[in-house]
């Protein structure tokens, strides 16, 4: 079942698009989901097996559900207004083709940098929660010597990057919406962390920005 799941995650988010697009030679749209196949591939084949069963469970609880279910409907909501926008009704689908192919690169870098943060992080997982179970603690090598929660970083900037793959101007508003939400998260789950996770606060002292250096 879970070598499947890749499978069935870029399958159901093909579906959303070439549904609402209403045609399939959309070449921009294929490599946004090869790149997705790959990565959630990647994901299942490279990660420590506690972590991708522990990241496949649809039930896992936490604080934070309200946050991913709001940005699940924003990230639809933006491929749902994409594939409308350059299948059907052609709104504001002029984003120029060097821009777009440059969005595909920037997309795949940044899901590898996200990628990286789960290599390190043996304790990402989709709710925020402490793991006592599988002997959390704090993690500060690679990406998180950079900022305090590169994976949040890594699938912003991500999530800009295959908007402008996609080709629509339009979809960047929903989007907008999804990048509020995970900026909220973010700043939900290290006040979480500083609470609750013994060692937190000194890294947090360290490592001084959450998702932007220099910024934030």
Do not use: K
């Amino acid at each position: 079942m879970t070598a499947l799941r890749p499978i069935v995650f870029v399958a159901a988010l093909g579906g959303v698009l070439f549904v609402f697009a209403g045609r399939w030679d959309l070449p921009f749209f294929w490599a946004i989901l090869l790149l997705l196949g790959g990565y959630s591939a990647a994901v299942t084949l490279l990660l420590d097996p506690e972590l991708v069963r522990e990241r496949g469970d649809p039930a896992a609880a936490g604080p934070d559900r309200a946050f991913r279910a709001l940005l699940a409907l924003f990230l639809l909501a933006h491929l749902a207004v994409a594939a409308l926008d350059v299948g059907r009704f052609h709104w504001s689908d002029t984003v120029p083709f060097g821009l777009r192919v440059a969005g595909v690169v920037g997309y795949g870098a940044c899901l590898a940098f996200v990628l990286w943060a789960m290599r390190v992080n043996r304790f990402f997982v989709p709710a925020v929660r402490i793991q006592e179970e599988r002997g959390h603690h704090v993690v500060s090598s690679g990406p998180y010597g950079l900022v305090r929660h590169p994976g949040y970083l890594g699938s912003a900037v991500a999530a800009v990057f295959g908007a402008l793959a996609l080709g629509s101007w339009l979809a960047f508003i929903p989007l907008l919406g999804a990048l509020g939400v995970l900026v909220a998260r973010t700043a939900f789950e290290d006040r979480f962390l500083r609470a609750r996770l013994p060692g937190y606060e000194g890294y947090a002292r360290r490592v001084l920005y959450r998702l932007l250096p220099g910024i934030w």
